[in-house]
């Protein structure tokens, strides 16, 4: 038997003789325990040990634990003792995690197993061990941008760490600036944020700046003192709570030196304070299409072996092209914030590329974008009413802005707009309402036939 393993198993001795002590399990089992421990421990010990191994050992003991729990609430329910086993084997469950991720480190899989054990386990692992489990993973793969949005998702919604959560989504981004999904989760987790914040305002009537700024120190009271039990709890453990970035050493460069405060205030309303109408979300947006530009072109360069004039143009082609798609994606996910002015967020992106990018227009250059755009600028104002909704002036100041657009554009184009704002009107407001008794039928089929 080697040192180590000997080491390892007699850590066992005092739990198993606190089992037998307490009536949990009676000599004969922790005997059987103990072999089965020794079994594995010599398994996980020799060269030839895998991570099956490892995932075998946590099955066991899992098994073990159960057993164990089912039998202390039976001894609590029939009031014989007061006094359970302190042992949790849960730990051991924990170390047998530590032992295999510092074997096999590239093994994801089993990280997540980790993590989804120490997640599961609620008030029972303190936030300081799955920091210091996030930081380690985070240390062997930074690259790993799923790691990253995993990390920021349990700051915001399991312990509703804001401040922490853009921290973990910048530390991502700055070496990950040309992954487009960090970018998109970034400027998700921020909109998701300020309807939180306006939605509290909302329940609680917190309508003028110094109610407001009663309930944002209320709240911060109410969470450092939620750190201070936990602190008090988990007092011996000496890992820290606080997500580090992994050094990137004097090359790399900074992306995200422009992207804003985050300690921004908060205080007023949507009028007053941009930051709550989500420019904040905004400002990431411009970044990431910039960012995600560069990187673009920087990775294509070296598929072309020779660099001419119309090449370099092909190449910012595709660029557009690769950027509008994404942008796409973007007022996708600002149509479902419905808490918000979407209407706001979405004209941002339509002011984006009324610009040229990289010196391509989409007038010109991308018809099918140009004509896309248009089409939402007209309806943009009546994007979110429904047949109950609708407002007839503002469906004709649509309207109006259709027939502006129809002046400037070429008679193909013309008609495949003129097509494609007819079915949405048809679609969206006429077939759902009924001809007999709603009079604003006629104004509609009026508007239609006009156009």
């Known amino acids: ?17 606190d089992l037998v002590d307490k009536g949990l399990f009676t000599k004969n089992e922790v005997s059987t325990v103990m072999k089965k421990r020794t079994n594995f421990e010599h398994r996980l ?49 924990g170390f047998i995690y530590q032992r295999g991720t510092n074997k096999f480190p590239h093994d994801l899989k089993f990280w997540a197993m980790y993590l989804n054990f120490l997640k599961s386990r609620g008030v029972s692992t303190s936030y300081k061990k799955i920091h210091t489990v996030y930081n380690n993973l985070l240390k062997l793969h930074p690259n790993n941008v799923d790691i990253w949005i995993s990390c920021a998702k349990y700051e915001y919604e399991t312990h509703a760490n804001f401040k922490s959560c853009r921290t973990v989504f910048q530390n991502g981004l700055r070496f990950n600036p040309d992954i487009p999904k960090l970018w998109f989760e970034y400027v998700k987790f921020e909109l998701n944020f300020i309807t939180k914040l306006i939605n509290r305002r909302k329940v609680m009537n917190l309508i003028n700046e110094r109610e ?61 304070n941009p930051a709550l109408r989500g420019d904040i979300a905004l400002t990431i947006f411009d970044i990431a299409m910039r960012s995600l530009g560069e990187h673009y072109i920087n990775r294509q360069k070296g598929y072309y072996a020779v660099s001419d004039k119309e090449t370099n143009k092909e190449l910012r082609k595709e660029c557009v092209e690769f950027l509008y798609k994404e942008s796409q994606r973007y007022v996708e996910l600002f ?108 104004i509609l089929d009026l508007i239609v036939k006009k156009l």
């Open 335 to 442: 149509d479902q914030f419905k808490d918000l002015q979407r209407d706001y967020l979405i004209n941002h992106i339509l002011q984006f590329w009324k610009s040229d990018q990289y010196d391509l227009s989409l007038t010109t250059e991308f018809p099918e974008f140009y004509l896309n755009n248009l089409f939402i600028d007209i309806i943009l104002n009546i994007r979110y009413m429904t047949v109950e909704t609708l407002d007839i002036d503002q469906l004709q100041l649509s309207v109006k802005k259709y027939i502006a657009y129809k002046s400037k554009i070429s008679e193909s184009d013309s008609k495949q707009l003129q097509n494609k704002y007819k079915n949405y009107i048809q679609d969206t407001f006429i077939d759902n309402m009924n001809k007999e008794e709603d009079p604003r039928t006629k």
């Open 1 to 17: 038997m080697s040192s180590k393993t000997r080491y390892y198993l007699e850590q066992f001795i005092p739990e198993l003789d």
């Open 45 to 93: 010990n020799s060269r030839g040990s895998s991570i099956n191994d490892y995932i075998k050992y946590i099955q066991y003991e899992t098994n073990v634990e159960t057993l164990r729990m089912k039998r202390v609430r039976r001894i609590l329910q029939s009031n014989k003792s007061n006094s359970v086993s302190d042992f949790s084997i849960a730990q051991r469950i």
């Open 212 to 272: 407001q700024e009663l309930d944002m120190l209320n709240e911060a009271e109410e969470k450092k003192g939620d750190n201070d039990e936990d602190e008090d709890k988990n007092e011996d453990e000496e890992e820290e709570s606080n997500l580090k970035a992994v050094s990137t050493g004097d090359a790399m460069k900074d992306k995200l030196n422009e992207l804003p405060e985050a300690d921004m205030n908060m205080l007023g309303s949507e009028e007053t």
